[in-house]
T-cell receptor
């Protein structure tokens, strides 16, 4: 089945530094990928839609200069948290649409990346 | 816009007992409904989905869910839980079959005791 791989699974960084998280579709091409943020005991919040070959679409309230998204190829999207601060600490998850039964697409999720900013 | 409520934050169930997780949605038209499971430190795995047709949907790992339009509900059930079913469960709703901007509920944590 379709697999979405995220790397790194865990990262700890100092305040003020930037961190890059990669999301790869391993056995399929994804022209679109989605980035979510998950707070403890909270649901997933869609941050942005990553589009191959064009700019990402950000959800309302998400700082595009803070969370840089690049969709470099049909199998890779990256999220860079710039000048990270402790409040950026969270669990970040990516997903990509894959073909489901009946022709409808479903989302395949990566395993997530735990970011801790000291 | 659509929204989802999962009334139960945490459920503890004995191994072998039945499990039911509640999900209520708010959406004016026919919803597209999903249940996902998240194991600790893992991404989300699709358990089942409802797009149309039979309102009782069978999923993986022995789970099923029933869509009840009159109650705006899409409750998840399993007749006999296994210790490996301990996880976080999320209900989600979309506006159509290719709507990727799903609205997720806050999740229900399931603990399985021996």
């Amino acid at each position: 089945g379709a697999v979405v791989s995220q790397h790194p699974s865990r990262v700890i960084c100092k305040s003020g530094t930037s961190v890059k998280i990669e999301c790869r579709s391993l056995d399929f091409q994804a022209t679109t990928m989605f980035w979510y943020r998950q707070f403890p005991k909270k649901s997933l919040m869609l941050m942005a839609t990553s589009n191959e070959g064009s700019k990402a679409t950000y959800e309302q309230g998400v700082e595009k200069d803070k969370f840089l998204i690049n969709h470099a190829s049909l199998t890779l999207s990256t999220l860079t948290v710039t000048s990270a601060h402790p409040e950026d600490s969270s669990f970040y998850i990516c997903s990509a649409p894959t073909n489901g039964a009946g022709g409808a697409n479903v989302l395949t999720f990566g395993a997530g990346s735990r970011l801790t900013v000291l | 816009a659509q929204s989802v409520t999962q009334p139960d934050i945490h459920i503890t169930v004995s191994e072998g007992a039945s499990l039911e997780l509640r999900c209520n949605y708010s959406y004016g038209a026919t919803p597209y409904l999903f249940w996902y499971v998240q194991s600790p430190g893992q991404g989300l795995q699709l358990l089942l989905k409802y797009f149309s047709g039979d309102t009782l949907v069978q999923g993986i790992k022995g789970f099923e869910a029933e869509f009840k339009r009159s109650q705006s509900s899409f409750n998840l059930r399993k007749p006999s839980v296994h210790w490996s079913d301990a996880a976080e469960y999320f209900c989600a709703v979309g506006a159509h079959s290719n709507d990727y901007k799903l609205s997720f509920g806050a999740g229900t944590t399931v603990t399985v005791r021996a």
